[in-house]
């Protein structure tokens, strides 16, 4: 799997962003994987400097120093989304490079080996005769889900249950049962190496 870089700009108050900044400015600075930078590193250390005095004046200083501080803070940013793009790009997903540009590897998602139960199961009968329609909640992981139906009361004793369909949606139309008779059903959650335990059982009468 590919690896990438995580920047979350918006999510940084100035004085974070500028150890960011900072840091981002020196890894990359001499750094082989990187030798045509859409910023230079001498116009990069320029503004990491003055970034550094407006940040420093704003504090406690004026309305004008304040907004003279958030247009460093744009420009800082701006600057960074272009390293960060330009490392994307020369790096091609190799995490070791990319680790090596000052900015951190964005975490990778870790596969779902364990899947969940689909919850409220439910059964309704249709206008149509001989029809129900099962729905229930999406199970974690789930990708496909198998609609069993029970030979008998599961209440009463050994019940063997029978695949009746499967499906990638959160409901399901069984057909040609017999109608005001009942009718026992339960969802099995299928993920993409495993599968989840039964659901709860449900009863329904079609019309």
């Not at 958030?70 to 701006?78: C, F, L, S, Y």
């Not at 069984?174 to 969802?187: D, K, T």
Request: proline content about 4%; glycine content about 10%.
């Amino acid at each position: 799997m590919r690896s990438n870089i995580r920047t979350a700009l918006s999510l940084l108050l100035p004085v974070a962003l500028v150890v960011l900044y900072n840091r981002v400015c020196k890894m990359m600075t001499g750094n082989i994987h990187f030798p045509n930078p859409p910023v230079s590193m001498a116009s990069m250390s320029t503004l990491g400097d003055e970034l550094m005095a407006a940040v420093e004046a704003a504090i406690g200083g004026s309305v004008q120093q304040r907004k003279h501080r958030d247009a460093k803070v744009a420009e800082a940013k701006e600057v960074l989304r272009m390293q960060a793009d330009y490392q994307r790009a020369v790096c091609a997903g190799d995490a070791e490079k990319l680790a090596s540009g000052g900015f951190e590897l964005a975490k990778k998602p870790e596969p779902i080996t364990v899947v969940g139960v689909a919850g409220n199961l439910r059964a309704r009968a249709t206008d149509q005769s001989g029809q129900l329609r099962l729905r229930w909640n999406h199970a974690f992981g789930g990708k496909l889900y198998d609609v069993e139906q029970a030979d008998g009361d599961p209440t009463l004793g050994t019940t063997t249950w029978t695949s009746v369909g499967m499906t990638s949606k959160v409901y399901f139309d069984v057909n040609g049962l017999e109608p005001y008779a009942a009718h026992w059903f339960r969802i099995v959650a299928i993920g993409k190496d495993s599968q989840g335990l039964p659901s709860d059982i449900v009863m329904g009468r079609a019309a």
